[in-house]
């Protein structure tokens, strides 16, 4: 199988994008999204921001490469009536089913960058997309002191060193990295452009309630535990997250968790 698609098939990502809701909802807003543009969604998850586009009126899309995400984004937007909004497998490296400049934006929020092959992915992104369309990535940030990036940090100290070869999807958080994969795909840098923005998860729970969802239902940190679990050092992995997100916890209420999280979002203009 896949490795990539064994990883995100492994656990159930649908319990964190709940927490994610409101941050997917409030970006898709600021992207000018109108009725009958059409929307990839690529690396879409259960439709955290495919939904909120469809709602807006577009024909969305969404490619992602773990069949029980897939099912369950056509199982949210059935239940919400949204018949623009359709979920199908695929692979960002080779997006073989989708045709030429089909689509006026492409989106890939924390979803393209987890893929093997950043240059394969970023000249699929430039392929699909129409001449005068937009891609949009939001991408997590190499070494940035917020949430999602020390998960990832503190997880591979925890974990056997990544095969030869191994690229970083963190690397999609450098700007010259970025410039560098899209620019092979002939797309000039004057027509890319960052900043960098703020990604909230929601949840209404305690922080260590949270630790124990990405222990259960991620894939890098279940890896990172089953790991740790062999080396006698799974509380200590545990402890180390607990204290993470407490320490990031901007919640005022008990018992519930709002964690910001940085991350570079980046825009390409085709």
């Known amino acids: 199988m896949n490795p ?7 656990g159930d990502f649908t319990q964190l994008a709940e927490t994610m809701r409101e ?8 992207l000018e999204i109108t009725k009958e543009l ?5 690396g879409c998850g259960d439709g955290t921001t495919a939904i909120p586009a469809a709602k807006l009126g577009a024909n969305v899309l969404g490619v992602d490469i773990a069949r029980n995400l897939v099912e369950a984004g056509n199982k949210r937007a059935q239940a919400q009536g949204l018949t623009n909004c359709t979920f199908q497998e695929g692979d960002a490296t080779d997006l073989q089913e989708l045709q030429d400049a089909t689509f006026d934006l492409v989106v890939s929020i924390f979803g393209a960058m987890f893929a093997p092959k950043p240059f394969d992915v970023a000249k699929e992104m430039v392929r699909v997309t129409r001449p005068g369309g937009r891609i949009v990535m939001g991408n997590w940030i190499p070494g940035d002191p917020t949430l999602v990036a020390q998960i990832l940090r503190i997880s591979s100290a925890y974990t056997p060193p990544p095969p030869e070869g191994f690229i970083s999807p963190m690397l999609w958080g ?9 620019g092979q795909a002939g797309i000039a840098k004057e027509n890319i452009s960052f900043v960098k923005d703020t990604f909230t998860f929601n949840a209404a729970y305690s922080p260590a309630a949270f630790v124990s969802k990405f222990k259960n239902y991620y894939g890098p940190t279940m890896n990172a535990f089953e790991a740790a679990e062999k080396n006698g050092k799974a509380l200590q992995l545990q402890q180390e997250l ?7 916890n901007k919640a005022s209420q008990e018992n519930t968790t709002s964690i910001p999280a940085t ?3 980046v825009t390409v203009k085709r």
Do not use: T
């Open 263 to 265: 991350y570079l979002r």
């Open 38 to 42: 059409n929307v990839l969604d690529l």
């Open 23 to 30: 941050s997917g909802a409030a970006l898709i807003n600021e």
């Open 174 to 182: 450098v700007e010259e990295q970025v410039l560098e994969r899209f």
């Open 4 to 10: 990539n698609k064994a990883l995100w098939e492994k």
């Open 242 to 248: 607990e204290e993470l997100f407490n320490n990031q």
